[in-house]
């Protein structure tokens, strides 16, 4: 086999060590671009005479993994290529390494040093292609050895395996012959990257551009190097050009049906619980998401109603109608105003946003009841429920917690724990205790009515078979364990008072649970939309609907499981999901969103920070977790702002406009298109290609990165041409050429602003307006490049689009929402002590206690409110060294007055730990999803050792989680 690379590209020593590594040595060719498929390289030639041009391909191909283990792999791979290798280049830009700052690398090196800690699958006998892939990056550029030390000191584990990796026979023996690729380490390497790396970052070129003296552009990231470029696609392009196809966009007639013989979209985002303030995660995880999407296939000109409302019944709203000492009514009407601010402020154009809380859900869900009972998938049974004997309720499963019987978490709920993400039923919870009181419930039999779920199993596996291929891969790795180990009846009614009523006698007194309720909302909100729903949800043959649904990976089970479960039973041919785009979770600064404690953006917060909600869109929409959590950075967001709004896009956009009104008098010039115009167009056509491919599968990461990659190549366009020098030339062919030059850069502008509609919609507006169109629309997103604005079209006055978000602010927002109290300490008196505490708590109870005995509901609950608060404070606190009361934190009260021990654990250790534990929980749960027992279960010893860790330092008794041993990998 043989490798084509041009020199000092570190792409090539992935190739090399790998066949090394595999048994095939590789041999090397050093050629340049232009000999090359595609002008990528490096390139690898199998024998049958098949050329791969994806190195991570080829990687792959020379060294084959374990198929179960395929997920893993592809996200580690991507994780190199989409983060790692840019944020080496941006390090090493400025031609110096100075460690004593600390920009995106070091978040990335320290992500792969706790996982390199962990002793993950990335350690093995024998290395992986992600060894390969990372090990060839960070050698051949920020580890060199003059600054090696510095590095290993902030991340041993990185160092250590780079080292063990480094003396590793095969990678040594390449390391030894890399004479002809002329890769040397550090600046030449990075610099090699910088000139030819771009997305996709495993395709580098190795072209060298040369810069202009004049109006230097820097983006923020190494600019695409053109591929080869044939003369069918200059042709292509200069006929398309001639021949526009955009037609104008009409706004939509009031209610959106499905049309025969179109293509009709129906979008969803999973409704979010009404009972609490959304952050950035559940922004970006559903409607945001969603929302993208709906102006895409608007722009489309696709027939699209996006609907989605907010869920208000089930025991969340009664937890949160307690805390509060309001009516579950009440705090719907109430947070329900707070989300609809939240989105309107955020730009979502739904087509309606509803609730659950309506007659429509009532009679939706009841008749779908009726129904499925009536086909004979409803079962009744008797259940073994848990009483609260002191708050003399049945609890629903949000009002119990316990240890999860599988993994050992100590805060399970009672319907699925958080640690493992199985379902659980609360009667199997370990030492249950009541949210409210948390006093130990007793268990008492009820009669209840479940989805005979195993029944409509060879239904549900036959539909999932076939829908799945349109899933995200998120969706497909959360459903498919369900499918595959079987399906259990599912209890669909509880003893509750908030929720709608069974309808039938003798369980009047029951109410359906959210399992049930709550996806039927989709329906009931777009009847109360329109009443003739139905068109949607129960279509005719010849107006066919594609239901895209967009969730965090959490509601998988809801939308691909027990959703499509209800409606198959049911069997009146509804609308079932053929798309289900799911995401993975957002974490804030490393570490996860708290309201309580101050911690991250929430939806309330995001407009007081000054930063318009296009940004907001943007960025998100930049780092959303499409196929590993992502995480939010204010640093991050301050750099993607500067560099690739205003110094990328802004920066052209701003400056074709205004050179247009400066030198042509605000008219669009002549335009008589050279080969050098048609090789933009080109590019910028490869670009629109990609975006509409990655935009159909709501891979909107790729969507805006393709749409940057335009505005970049129309930098360089501009920098290349010159027109500012042509402009003042004598002869009318510069003159020409320079109207030729700022003609295509307006009509670049016009489609940059069509394809930034779905992003950034206020902005899109904006630019359109400064285009002389009508900034009341968005534009046609075409499916090529033509004339979008002719000669002699009268354009707008230019102004930025953007501002720079300066490193001052920045600093002040990462601090003002990195939490209420400094290392989550948290005094709530002077002098208070968890003592005080305890004692407040034990007078307050012989105060209930007696109000009970002589005095009615009205007297006594005040005082069980009272009471609560303080239970609840005392549940989530200890005793810190310097005896205030500290949050950090999570001893569970084990009695009613029983000690919290152990005030002497520091918050930033147990904080440490909390993180360590959540991701080494999400760790086992893909491994689980994808891999069999012999691959996860010592991951699940390594997570019980850490949650062991946890107990002794918070005091909390953990069950002996047995005797099997860590079975640690070499």
């Not at 499925?372 to 004997?389: F, M, N, P, R």
């Not at 029951?510 to 949800?537: C, M, N």
């Not at 409110?865 to 934190?889: H, M």
Request: charged letters at 25%; one cysteine or more; glycine letters at 6%.
């Amino acid at each position: 086999m043989i490798v084509s690379t041009n020199k000092s590209n570190p792409n090539a020593l992935k190739l090399i060590i790998a066949g090394e590594i595999s048994g095939n040595p590789v041999e090397l060719r050093i050629v340049t671009a232009s000999d090359s498929p595609l002008g990528r390289l490096p390139t690898l030639e199998l024998p049958n005479g098949i050329t791969l041009i994806s190195s991570t391909a080829a990687l792959q191909y020379l060294v084959p993994g374990d198929e179960q283990q395929n997920i893993f792999v592809n996200k580690w791979l991507e994780w190199d290529s989409t983060q790692l290798q840019p944020a080496v280049v941006s390090y090493g830009s400025s031609g110096s390494l100075d460690t004593s700052h600390k920009p995106r690398i070091w978040s990335l090196l320290t992500q792969l040093n706790a996982s390199l800690k962990a002793q993950k699958y990335l350690i093995t006998d024998t290395p992986s292609v992600v060894d390969i892939a990372i090990f060839s990056t960070l050698w051949c550029t920020i580890f060199m050895p003059e600054i090696s030390k510095e590095l290993s000191n902030e991340f041993l584990y990185v160092n250590r395996w780079l080292q063990d990796l480094e003396i590793f026979p095969p990678v040594k023996k390449s390391l030894a012959n890399l004479a002809k690729l002329d890769l040397e380490r550090g600046f030449k390497s990075i610099s090699s990257l910088q000139s030819s790396a771009w997305y996709p970052m495993n395709s580098y070129t190795g072209v060298r551009t040369q810069k202009s003296s004049q109006e230097v552009v820097t983006p923020s990231s190494p600019a695409k190097e053109p591929e080869v470029i044939t003369e069918k696609e200059l042709e292509t392009s200069r006929n398309n050009w001639s021949r526009p196809k955009h037609p104008s966009i009409k706004a939509p007639t009031y209610p959106v049906l499905p049309k025969k013989n179109q293509r009709n979209i129906l979008i969803t985002s999973a409704l979010p619980y009404v009972n609490n303030v959304p952050h950035l995660g559940n922004i970006i995880g559903c409607v945001l998401s969603a929302d993208v999407f709906a102006r895409y296939a608007r722009q489309r000109d696709y027939n699209t109603l996006y609907i989605s409302g907010t869920d208000e019944y089930g025991t969340a709203t009664e937890a949160k109608a307690l805390e509060e000492n309001m009516a579950p009514q009440e705090i719907c009407d109430k947070y329900f105003g707070i989300h609809n601010d939240i989105y309107r402020w955020f730009n979502i154009g739904f087509d309606y946003f509803g609730r659950t809380t309506t007659p429509e859900q009532t009679e939706i869900v009841q008749e779908a009841f009726l129904r499925i009972k009536s086909q004979g998938y409803i079962i009744t049974e008797s259940v073994d429920q848990l009483l609260c004997e002191r708050c003399n309720r049945f609890l629903a499963d949000r009002f119990v917690e316990g240890t999860c019987p599988r993994c050992k978490y100590q805060d399970a709920r009672g319907d699925q724990c958080d640690g493992c993400g199985h379902l659980v039923n609360a009667t199997e919870l370990i030492n249950p205790r009541c949210k409210v009181c948390l006093q130990t419930p007793v268990i008492k039999a009820s009669n209840q009515f479940f989805l005979d779920l195993p029944k409509i199993q060879p239904k549900l596996k036959e539909w999932a078979s076939k829908a799945e291929k349109s899933w995200s891969n998120v969706a497909r790795a959360v459903t498919r364990p369900w499918l595959r180990d079987g399906l259990k009846q599912r209890c669909i009614t509880r003893d509750l008072k908030w929720g709608i009523p069974v309808p039938l006698e003798g369980f009047r007194d029951k109410v359906f649970y959210v399992w049930f309720d709550a996806p039927l909302g989709y329906i009931s909100i777009t009847k109360r939309y329109t009443q003739e729903y139905e068109k949607w949800w129960r279509p005719s043959e010849d107006a066919k609907v594609d239901l895209y649904q967009f969730m965090a990976k959490d509601n998988v089970p809801f939308h691909a499981i027990m959703f499509p479960a209800t409606l198959l039973a049911a069997d009146q041919g509804h609308t079932l999901v053929k798309h289900i785009m799911a995401t993975e979770y957002l974490n804030y600064e490393d570490t996860k969103f708290s309201k309580s404690r101050g911690i991250g953006v929430f939806g309330t917060d995001a407009r007081e920070t000054g930063i318009p909600a296009d940004v907001w869109r943007f960025y998100l929409t930049y780092i959303r977790p499409e196929s590993q959590d992502s995480n939010f950075n204010w640093v991050d967001l301050a750099t993607k702002n500067n560099s690739e709004l205003l110094n990328n896009f802004g920066n052209f956009v701003n400056r074709a406009l205004t050179f247009a009104v400066k030198n042509f008098k605000g008219v669009v010039p002549e335009m008589e298109l050279r080969n050098d115009d048609l090789q933009l167009l080109v590019l910028v056509q490869r670009e629109l290609s990609q975006y509409i491919m990655a935009m159909e599968q709501a891979k909107f990461r790729d969507g805006v990165r393709h749409l940057l990659a335009i505005s970049k190549h129309g930098n360089q366009y501009m920098q290349s041409q010159q027109p500012w020098v042509l402009i003042k030339g004598n002869e009318e062919s510069q003159v020409k050429a320079a109207g030729t030059v700022i003609g295509v850069c307006c009509n670049i502008s016009c489609l940059l602003s069509a394809l930034l509609g779905p992003f950034m919609p206020e902005t899109s507006r904006q630019l359109r307006k400064q285009l002389g169109l009508d900034g009341s629309t968005y534009g046609y997103i075409p499916d090529t490049v033509s004339v979008l604005l002719p000669p002699g079209h009268k354009l707008g006055e230019a102004t930025p689009l953007f501002s720079k978000i300066e490193d001052s602010v920045v600093e002040e927002l990462r601090k003002k929402y990195a939490g209420k109290q400094d290392n989550g300490r948290k005094a709530f008196k002077a002098g208070e002590t968890v003592a005080e505490l305890r004692a407040q708590i034990a007078a307050q109870g012989a105060k209930v206690k007696e109000l009970k005995a002589k005095t009615d509901n009205s007297v006594w609950q005040p005082e069980v409110q009272i009471l609560l608060q303080l239970k609840i404070k005392l549940a989530t606190l200890n005793e810190g060294s310097d005896g205030t009361v500290n949050t950090a934190t999570i001893g569970v009260v084990k009695a009613e007055n029983g000690p919290v021990q152990n005030g002497k654990t520091e918050c930033d250790a147990v904080a440490a730990l909390e993180a360590a534990i959540a991701r080494q929980a999400l760790f086992v749960r893909d491994l689980k999803a994808s891999a069999d027992k012999s691959v996860w279960q010592p991951e699940v010893n390594t997570l019980l050792k850490l949650k062991k860790e946890l107990s002794d330092a918070t005091g909390v008794i953990t069950p002996n989680p047995g005797d099997k041993k860590s079975k640690k990998k070499k």
